[in-house]
Every structure is written in structure tokens, then in C-alpha cells.
């Protein structure tokens, strides 16, 4: 642990002192399901909730709320977790544990459901609660760690952790690390080191294997060593087609952008078609269509004349219907979306 925060615990250790021997010696008893407070001054109490207002996790937390819509079942788990790592740390200053506990985590879903966006916070927490020094996250794919070459993986790889050291791990499809049809792959070898690392290092290195479910469930099957070093398991579900629109607005709003009242029709039938087609990518697939309407609103105001403010903000219908998805037949629009999807470039 680091040396300022154990200051900085010592510190909170003697405010709270004080501040519960006042309490026991002057307050009533308070009503509700609270447990019954002690007035053993050799057992002072500890005031969770003024833990968590000075850990400062709180703030992540309400960002976590406020800037993504849905995931409730993943929001729920976040805070249980900050809950869990809060209480241990209390442990931890009063001696009650010695091991830190293990916070390797997979998170599972489709692609755009806000996976490393969660992690992105997850590492925000963890370092304020101080299970990592730094709170960084590096975000790699199997071609990160992996060499082509003998020789080179176990380089590869250990770069990448040491990078990574005192934050956040984030491997992107991590069951491209196993490769059981091809019996001399190289994956092997960086699943070993991690491995490894993580369990030697798990006090200063969190790592977090996403992707898709089916494929990590069966990649857990054939690598139970990797299954038993993580401890929490969170799934992203598919947004809904309301989400959708409430995160295209939160989006739009982010940027200073807006949807005229006709435009907003247009753009939740655009997302009910959007969501049938293949190469789908939930969030994903409303941040690329955003950008092209703007791309197109771009041209319109051009060909336009004089503007006000209020045209430079706002998206109208005809932004949006000149998608694919409105004009061409189901399986070319699909390959478009897919082709747009990847180079961002403007479909019209
Ligand atoms: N629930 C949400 N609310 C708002 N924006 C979201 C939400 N989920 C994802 N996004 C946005 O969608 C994009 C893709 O999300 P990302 O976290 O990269 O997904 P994944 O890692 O699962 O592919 C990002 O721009 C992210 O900010
Ligand atoms: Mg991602």
C-alpha cells in the first residue's frame, strides 16, 4: 500500500476516534435498523459513510449514474463492490485482514454495451480506494501480447503488464489468447505469465478480461486456472430501443447538439431498423450514426445561407434519412453500416 495513503488513514483513524467518543457520550440511540453502537471505548465506531465521503468514490459513482443510461444491474454491482472494497479496507487499517483480496473481474457483452467505459471508472474507483497506486488503465487485444515469433510473447507480454503495473489490465477479447486448434500457439505462454501475475501481484494490478459471453464462458471451461482468479463476473446487456435514444440525446447533449422535435421521431425509427441489421454495435452504432448526421447538418447549413445558433446545434429529419438504413434494401444496408461502422466515414 502506499505510504500516503497509510498517513492518511492514521489520520482518519484518530478523527473518527474522537468523533465517536463524543458520540457515544452526549447522543441518543438512533431508531431505524442501524446495529446497536457500542459504548466500549476500547471498540470505536466507525462511520462507513464518512469513509465513503472521504474516499471520494462517491463522485465516481454519481458520474457512473449520471453519464451512462440503463446498465442498472452493472450500476448495482459497481456499488456493491465499492461497498465490499470499502468495508475491507476498514478491516484491513483495524488488522482484522492481512490479503488483499482478489479484484480480477470479466465483464461480458456485445459490442457497445459500455464495457470499457465501465472499466474506465472501475480503475477511477479502485484507485481512490487504494487497492491500485496509480488508477491507469491500458487497454490491449491478444496482438498486444502475443508474438508471431518463438521468443517473443513472453517480451510482449511482460511489457504490456509492466505498463500496466499499479492500474488497470483491460484485455479486449481475451479468449483470443487461447487458441486450442493450433497446438504450438503462443497464446499459451501470455496466459501463463498473467497468470502468474496475477496472482503475485493482485495488490497492485487489476486485470479485466472482456468480450463476448458464450466465447468467454467456453474460454473459462478449457482455462480454469483463469476462471479461478477472477472474482466478479459482470454482464452487459444489449440496450433496449428507448435506451438507445435516451443515450443518442445524452450524446447529442454532450456536444452541443440537439434533435429537432421531428428530427427525434426520425432518428428512434432509424434506430428500431438500425438495431435489426447485422453488425449492430448498441452504443457503438448510435455514436457513428450521430457523427454522420452531423456530417450531413455540416453540409446542409453550408448549402443554407445565413444561420443562427440554433441551426448549428440542431439535427432535422433529413440529417438522418439519408441513411442507408432508410434507402437501401436490408443486406446492403447492413454491409454499409458495417463499412461505416469501421471507417467512420460519411454514408449519404
Ligand atoms: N449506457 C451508456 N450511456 C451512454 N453512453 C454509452 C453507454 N454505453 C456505452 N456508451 C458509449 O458508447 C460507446 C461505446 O462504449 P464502450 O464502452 O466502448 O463499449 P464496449 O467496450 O462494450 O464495446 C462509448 O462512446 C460510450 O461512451
Ligand atoms: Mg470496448
Redesign the pocket.
Known amino acids: 500500500m502506499n505510504p500516503d495513503l497509510r498517513r492518511a488513514q492514521a489520520g482518519d483513524d484518530g478523527a473518527n476516534a474522537s468523533r465517536s467518543d463524543r458520540d457515544s457520550s452526549s447522543l441518543p440511540e438512533p431508531v431505524g435498523p442501524r446495529p446497536p453502537r457500542s459504548t466500549d471505548t476500547a471498540d470505536p465506531e466507525i462511520d462507513l459513510r464518512a469513509e465513503l465521503r472521504e474516499s471520494q468514490v462517491e463522485a465516481v459513482l454519481d458520474t457512473l449514474d449520471g453519464e451512462l443510461i440503463g446498465l442498472r444491474a452493472v450500476k448495482t454491482r459497481i456499488r456493491e463492490t465499492a461497498a465490499l472494497l470499502l468495508v475491507d479496507r476498514v478491516r484491513r487499517r483495524l488488522e482484522l485482514t492481512t490479503q488483499t483480496p482478489t479484484l480480477h473481474m470479466s465483464f461480458t457483452g456485445n459490442p457497445g454495451t459500455g464495457?470499457?467505459t465501465v472499466a474506465l471508472r472501475m480503475s477511477e474507483i479502485l484507485h481512490r480506494l487504494g487497492y491500485v497506486r496509480e488508477g491507469h488503465l491500458v487497454s490491449v487485444t491478444r496482438d498486444d501480447l502475443v508474438g508471431q515469433y518463438i521468443g517473443h510473447t513472453a517480451p510482449k507480454t511482460k511489457e504490456v503488464i509492466k505498463r500496466a503495473m499499479g492500474g488497470v489490465l483491460f484485455i479486449?477479447e481475451a479468449y483470443y489468447l487461447y487458441r486450442p486448434e493450433n497446438e504450438r500457439d503462443y497464446g499459451q505462454e501470455s496466459i501463463e505469465i498473467l497468470l502468474q501475475v496475477m496472482e503475485n501481484n493482485r495488490d497492485d494490478l487489476v486485470v479485466v478480461l472482456?468480450g463476448y459471453r458464450d466465447r468467454m464462458d467456453r474460454f473459462f471451461q478449457s482455462n480454469p486456472g483463469m476462471r479461478s482468479r477472477i472474482a466478479h463476473h459482470l454482464d452487459f446487456p444489449d440496450y433496449t430501443q428507448a435506451e438507445l435514444l435516451a443515450i443518442s440525446k445524452l450524446m447529442l447533449a454532450e456536444m452541443s447538439y440537439r434533435f429537432s422535435p421531428e428530427a427525434e421521431t426520425t432518428f428512434a425509427d432509424y434506430v428500431a431498423r438500425r438495431m435489426e441489421l447485422p453488425h449492430f454495435a448498441n452504443a457503438r452504432s448510435i455514436r457513428n450514426a450521430l457523427d454522420r448526421a452531423r456530417l450531413r447538418q455540416a453540409n446542409r447549413l453550408f448549402a443554407a445561407g445565413a444561420l443562427t445558433r440554433r441551426d448549428l446545434m440542431t439535427i432535422e429529419p433529413q440529417d438522418i434519412l439519408a441513411s442507408r438504413v432508410f434507402t437501401e434494401s436490408r443486406a446492403d444496408s447492413g454491409a454499409a453500416a458495417e463499412s461505416s461502422d469501421q471507417s467512420h466515414a460519411s454514408h449519404s
Open positions: 464495457k470499457t479486449d472482456a
